[in-house]
């Protein structure tokens, strides 16, 4: 069969075709004049490549029903023309993949699902390179069935969501069919909620590295256990334990709901997970009269934090901790190192050591969202160097110290995010200082 060139402008691009691989054009002129028009004629196969030109619109209701291999994913990517990504529209969701396990799906823009703009009932998906916008109710759903490991990156997804239960992103993985998953969320921009949550996550595992979130209807992150009521059979609250690391972040807070994270449970599915939370920089500027940052709630086991800033940059009540509503499982456990937290903070963890505070923390222009630290700033080198978990209760798996920077309030394409330089002590928050990254190339 046939095989066209790779594009080589993708750098992270698992889609080079492979030997028995087909090539297939969407577009104008191509073969095939929408994804429609392709996937109800051909059948895919492992290792083929969907190529859609960009600078046009096309329907939504895109349904992918074919699966690739680990070794040969699946890959549908658009090409920019002029600078355009192909647009999907419409539709109850605007693209499924209805047991497609193994795709990549990377270079579009998606909008306008009634329901969901991406809905994920499949395992072994990266999504990539895409700007998910304007979805009326859900932005990106996996299912409670049938969803396994998926990968978010170089991603921007805005302005979606809608009352208290749809979200920009709402996952969960199968931990009967798929168990074990992770969900993989990394140097992605994602803001300007309309409601619910920026990401609400009931996977077995999140590993949320190095993204900007801002913005939330309600908390930024939700971090929480399977729900009870729609799970699989076969599952029950003692089946796994979900855990999550959150590390590399920035993480602004503006609007009036009172907490950032919420980590545990909602009251329809609990963790009894642990959480890591290490060198984030978070900055709440909501004109409410009080916050919490971590907002502990139903089962849970742990909670440890290092190298965080947490700011409060607008007048009234900040909160650290919020335990009232928690059930810890082997009773609290928390611990934490080099936090730099407002003078005034309340319910600040006891077991935290090292913690520094002050009025400011030396921000280049905080009213610009520029949150490098300045010189002379009090995060400067003031960080845990090796910010290990309690032996009784280790992270596992842990990433101690972040090894890039997030994107600055922007999406960034495919494998241009920033090396952080390795520092000893480290930088306390997400972004190193002024210096260091235009050293790396960082332009404002």
Not at 287 to 297: A, D, N
Request: aromatic share 10%; hydrophobic share 40%.
């Amino acid at each position: 069969m046939k095989v066209l060139p790779a594009l080589a402008c993708l750098a992270l691009s698992s889609a080079a075709p492979f030997a028995d691989a087909t090539t297939y054009a969407v577009g104008s002129g191509r073969p095939y004049a929408s994804l429609q028009a392709l996937l109800t004629s051909v059948t895919l196969q492992p290792g083929d490549v969907v190529e859609v030109d960009g600078g046009a619109t096309y329907p939504g209701g895109v349904i992918l029903r074919q699966s690739g291999t680990a070794a040969q994913p699946i890959t549908v990517r658009g090409l920019r023309v002029n600078g355009q990504r192909p647009v999907l529209a419409g539709g109850t969701n605007t693209i499924e993949f209805r047991q497609s396990n193994h795709v990549v799906l990377e270079g579009f823009e998606i909008t306008g699902g009634s329901s969901r703009c991406v809905f994920i009932p499949a395992a072994f998906i990266t999504l990539r390179d895409l700007l998910v916008r304007d979805c009326p109710q859900m932005g990106i759903l996996s299912a409670d069935q049938l969803s396994g490991s998926i990968t978010l990156e170089y991603s921007e997804i805005r302005n979606s969501g809608e009352g208290s239960g749809r979200h920009a992103l709402y996952m969960q993985s199968d931990e009967v069919a798929f168990p074990d998953s992770v969900f993989r969320m990394r140097y992605n921009y994602v803001h300007s909620g309309v409601g619910g949550n920026l990401l609400k996550s009931r996977f077995e595992r999140n590993e949320i590295h190095y993204n900007w979130f801002e913005g939330a209807f309600y908390h930024e992150l939700e971090l929480i256990g399977p729900d009870q009521y729609t799970q699989q059979p076969g599952w029950t609250v003692e089946l796994k334990r979900e855990d999550s690391e959150v590390l590399g972040n920035v993480i602004v807070h503006s609007g009036t709901f009172g907490a950032v994270m919420r980590f545990g449970g909602d009251g329809t599915g609990e963790s009894r997970g642990r959480y890591r939370v290490a060198n984030n920089t978070i900055v709440v500027n909501g004109t409410g009269s009080s916050y919490t940052v971590f907002r502990l709630f139903s089962g849970i086991e742990s909670v440890e934090a290092h190298n965080n800033v947490i700011w409060r940059s607008s007048n009234g009540t900040l909160n650290i901790e919020r335990t009232v509503e928690a059930e810890w499982v082997s009773g609290r456990r928390v611990a934490g190192s080099n936090n730099w937290i407002n003078a005034s903070a309340s319910v600040v963890p006891p077991e935290w050591t090292g913690t520094l505070s002050g009025s400011a923390p030396g921000f280049v222009n905080a009213a610009a969202h520029d949150y490098r630290p300045a010189a002379g700033s009090p995060l400067l080198g003031a960080g845990n160097s090796n910010p290990t978990s309690p032996p009784a209760w280790p992270f596992p798996a842990p990433t101690l110290l972040p090894a890039f920077l997030p994107p600055i309030r922007q999406w960034i394409a495919p494998g241009s995010a920033l090396t952080r330089p390795v520092q000893t002590p480290p930088t306390i928050g997400a972004i190193i200082e002024r210096d260091a990254i235009f050293a790396h190339g960082f332009e404002t």
